[in-house]
């Protein structure tokens, strides 16, 4: 599991989707550059630890390499708006689709999220719960 701020991942990557998955990899493999002329260097200088959860982090990026970066940045974003108490109270994995504050058709034109009874499921969050 990671935790992470996604407002502070947006804000340093730009909203770039290779620069968010960057940082996704730095977070989850604990990278580290092996010299200043690293290209991820750059984005050492910041923490990204926060209220924001990934179960299978490691999974979404190897597995997830199979669907565009731009699904598996989405899929991170849209994760953010879970709430980690209600997830250690209840073991949900999922987002009720009101407490979703941008546009649904992020959600229906993503294949790693999906929805059904108004909740958004992760496909690899639900993955790691059925193991």
């Known amino acids: 599991m990671i935790f992470y701020d996604w407002d502070k991942i947006l804000k340093v990557s730009n909203g770039k989707v290779c620069d968010i998955l960057t940082i996704l990899r730095i977070v989850t493999y604990k990278l580290y550059p092996k010299n200043y002329a690293d290209k991820t260097f750059k984005f ?9 959860f990934l179960l299978n982090a490691e999974e979404l990026l190897t597995t997830g390499r199979t669907y ?3 699904e598996v940045a989405e899929y991170a974003g849209v994760a953010s708006y879970r709430n ?3 997830y250690r109270q ?13 546009n649904e058709n992020i959600i229906t034109n993503n294949r790693l999220l999906n929805i059904e009874n108004n909740k958004i499921y992760f496909m690899f969050e639900e993955t790691h719960k059925e193991k």
């Open 44 to 52: 050492y200088q910041h923490k990204y630890g926060g209220n924001s």
């Open 68 to 70: 565009s970066d731009k």
């Open 84 to 86: 980690y108490y209600h």
């Open 90 to 102: 209840t073991g949900d994995t999922t987002l009720d689709l009101r407490h979703l504050p941008v």
